[in-house]
């Protein structure tokens, strides 16, 4: 429902704690919006 209000195709977003809680969920959302997403993390093995 979200989608439709939100299309973020050619967007750039940058996410710093994405490996955990609401950063990941974050990039997610942004992810599914279209937006080409960038992923900053403590632990790598997480953000892969």
């Known amino acids: 429902?979200?989608?439709?209000n939100y299309n973020l195709k050619g967007k750039r977003a940058f996410?710093?704690?994405?490996?955990?809680r609401i950063g990941l969920?974050?990039?997610d959302a942004l992810a599914e919006a279209g937006a080409n997403i960038v992923i900053s993390?403590?632990?790598?093995?997480r953000v892969v």
Request: aromatic share 12%; proline share 0%; with cysteine.
């Open 1 to 4: 429902m979200y989608k439709e």
């Open 15 to 20: 996410i710093t704690g994405g490996g955990r």
């Open 25 to 27: 969920c974050s990039a």
């Open 41 to 45: 993390g403590r632990w790598s093995l």
